[in-house]
Structures are given as structure tokens and as C-alpha cells.
């Protein structure tokens, strides 16, 4: 057997990112019932692992995956999906609780191919709801709410998921890219509040900004990041966004701060005619979320800055898309050193739904 080559938050990341398998974001979409989809994305996760000849997969287990679909919506594709991983007996995950089992949860990200999961889930920003039962100060984005309890159903109606749930000690380390990033640290708060016998640690990346400032307040107080000292990357931190300063979706809902809509005029540089129309989508979006959304505090994000554009300047839509899924997904898969696993080139299904305005 080889020894590992990648670190703990490498084989993370390419497990985060095999978990987007149904949405089209790693080879064609897949379509059918739940229970199909679920079993598919089950039998490519198990394939991967099984046929990792590297070692650095080597006792990493598939405990199961889950497929939430609306089926009063008509869909057919995967509304949203999560995949529940045992990592082997010796691994570098974080233990708070040394007696406890540990378990990596992947969620994710945006299906391109989901109506539900672009039109409500995603855009779903210009109403907040309460996150927790009897807290109606920590506020989320309304269509992360619907993302977050159809999680939930999953978690409540499966079996497979039953050594996470309830008041069962065990280390859960819950982590996604992109909205699978925002419901990593939604979920978490969600978990920590429900069951405090659990001890959670959160990875997500590329995550865009879906809370209030009462929600980054209680999820720093809650999951103080902690950088790993052994690992000299810049995405060696737990509980902390891990982002591409050049990634227009974590500067998504946040209208103050270091990362904010305000920053898509400035990363990339466009032709002047369609700067103007750039301009106004901020102008749109700052006045539909209307101050609502903080992005997490800079003790709990990570960046590093990815390749420049590919194309320069930027003239049109598809130009726009282009660049921004080359920096929202493939300079991750760069950064990390993964492209043994995962091809940068072939990224397209996860989709960069804050562009879709300018796609009419």
C-alpha cells in the first residue's frame, strides 16, 4: 500500500467535490427518482475509492448518501445531496472528543441542472427566516432555510445517517464548495444548538454569505477557526471559508466588509460598455438584499489568490462565466493539487448562479 500524499484537507476537498457528481459538474447530469440518484452517486463514491490505487484513500469508507428531491416541483435531478464518510482509524481529522467516532459529511454544492436548487435555494435571498427555533436573531437567506431542512430531512429519514443524529457523542466534521460551503456553516450552527453532545468542525469553501450579523456572531463564538500548523497552506484552517480572492461567489450576499457585491465591479477587468452592465447588477443585488447578509468575521476565512484571467478584458456574459467558473472552481482544484482526481477542465455543471441576471 502507498503512503498518503495528500494532507487531511486535500482528500476533504476531493471528496467534497466527488459528492457533486449528479449535477452534471464532474461528467454528464443525472436524472431519475431519489432513491436512483441516491444509489448512483453511492456507487461512484464507493468506485473512487475502491479504485484508488494512490493510498491516500486507503480506509475511507462510504457509510451512505442522500438525495433530496421536490417532487411537487416535478424534478428529476438531485435538489440537493449529501454523502456520509468514515475516515480510517488513523487520520487527522479534528477529535475534541477523543472517545467519539469521527465522520466526515460532504454537501453539495450548486446543481446547475436543479431549478429548485438555483431559482429557490440559491436565489432565494431577498427574505431572511430564523435559523434557530425560539432565536429570531440569527437570520439566514429564506432559500438556504429550504436547502437546510430538506438537509435535515435526509439526516431524519434515513437510516443511514443515524450515527449522526440524536444524542449519539461522536466528531463530525461537516464541509461542501460553494452553497455547499453556506450550508456547511448553517447546518453546523443548526447541529451544535440541536445536539451539544456532537462536536462539530466545519470546512467549507468558496462560500458565499448567507447569514446576518447575529448569525457570524454566534458562528465564530461557536467555531473559532484553528489553523493547522503542521500543514504550511493557506487552506490548512478548520471552521474557516476557504476562498480564491479572485472567486466572485464569496463576495455574493454581503453588501459591507472585505467581501461584498460591491467587489464584482473590481476583480475582474471588463470593456467598458459592459462594466456598465456588471454596475447595474451589483446596483440590483444591493438593493434586493438590502444590507441583510454579513460575510463571516476575517478570523474565520482563509484565502489564497488564484491564477489571473484567461481572458482580459472581459467583453460579454460567456466571457464573464468562463472566468468565473475557471476561478470559482479549477484554482481550487489547482490550489489544492488535486487535478490527479478531479480535471479543472471539466467543472461546468456547477453553475455560477449570481450570473444568472445577465444570462437574459
Request: charged share 10%; hydrophobic share 40%; with cysteine.
Amino acid at each position: 500500500m502507498s503512503t498518503p500524499s495528500l494532507d487531511i484537507f486535500q482528500q476533504i476537498f476531493t471528496l467534497s467535490l466527488k459528492s457533486n457528481v449528479l449535477s452534471g459538474a464532474l461528467h454528464s447530469p443525472v436524472t431519475g427518482s431519489a432513491k436512483h440518484l441516491a444509489r448512483h452517486l453511492e456507487n461512484d463514491l464507493n468506485a473512487f475509492l475502491n479504485s484508488d490505487a494512490s493510498g491516500n484513500f486507503s480506509g475511507w469508507r462510504l457509510v451512505g448518501a442522500g438525495v433530496y428531491q421536490d417532487t411537487a416541483q416535478g424534478s428529476m435531478v438531485a435538489d440537493n445531496a449529501i454523502a456520509l464518510f468514515a475516515p480510517p482509524l488513523e487520520n487527522n481529522l479534528l477529535k475534541p472528543n477523543p472517545n467519539a467516532p469521527s465522520y466526515l459529511l460532504t454537501i453539495a454544492g450548486t446543481n446547475a441542472n436543479s431549478k429548485v436548487n438555483v431559482d429557490i435555494e440559491e436565489m432565494g435571498v431577498a427574505t431572511q427566516e430564523p435559523l434557530l427555533s425560539g432565536n429570531h436573531n440569527i437570520l439566514i437567506s429564506s432559500g438556504n432555510c429550504i436547502a437546510l431542512n430538506n438537509i435535515l430531512s435526509l439526516l431524519d429519514d434515513d437510516s443511514k445517517f443515524n450515527a449522526i443524529t440524536g444524542n449519539t457523542p461522536v466528531n463530525l466534521t461537516i464541509t461542501g464548495h460553494s452553497l455547499g460551503g453556506a450550508l456547511t456553516s448553517i447546518l453546523a450552527l443548526y447541529l451544535k444548538t440541536a445536539y451539544p453532545v456532537m462536536s462539530i468542525t466545519t470546512y467549507p469553501t468558496a462560500s458565499p454569505s448567507t447569514g446576518n450579523e447575529d448569525f457570524v456572531t454566534a458562528f465564530a463564538a461557536a467555531f473559532p477557526a484553528i489553523p493547522d500548523h503542521h500543514i504550511n497552506q493557506p487552506y490548512a484552517v478548520w471552521n474557516a471559508n476557504i476562498y480564491n480572492d479572485l472567486d466572485i461567489v464569496p463576495q455574493a450576499w454581503a453588501t459591507g466588509g472585505p467581501l461584498q457585491l460591491g467587489n464584482f465591479e473590481y476583480i475582474y477587468h471588463y470593456e467598458p460598455v459592459f462594466r456598465e452592465i456588471v454596475d447595474g447588477l451589483v446596483v440590483h443585488y444591493t438593493n434586493e438584499v438590502d444590507g441583510h447578509y454579513r460575510a463571516l468575521l476575517r478570523a474565520n476565512t482563509a484565502s489564497f489568490t488564484g491564477p489571473r484571467p484567461t481572458i482580459n478584458p472581459i467583453s460579454n456574459y460567456q466571457e464573464l462565466l468562463s472566468v468565473a467558473l475557471e476561478e470559482h472552481v479549477a484554482a481550487y482544484i489547482n490550489e489544492f493539487n488535486i487535478s490527479k482526481y478531479i480535471s479543472p477542465d471539466n467543472v461546468a455543471g456547477f453553475g455560477i448562479t449570481v450570473l444568472n441576471e445577465l444570462a437574459f
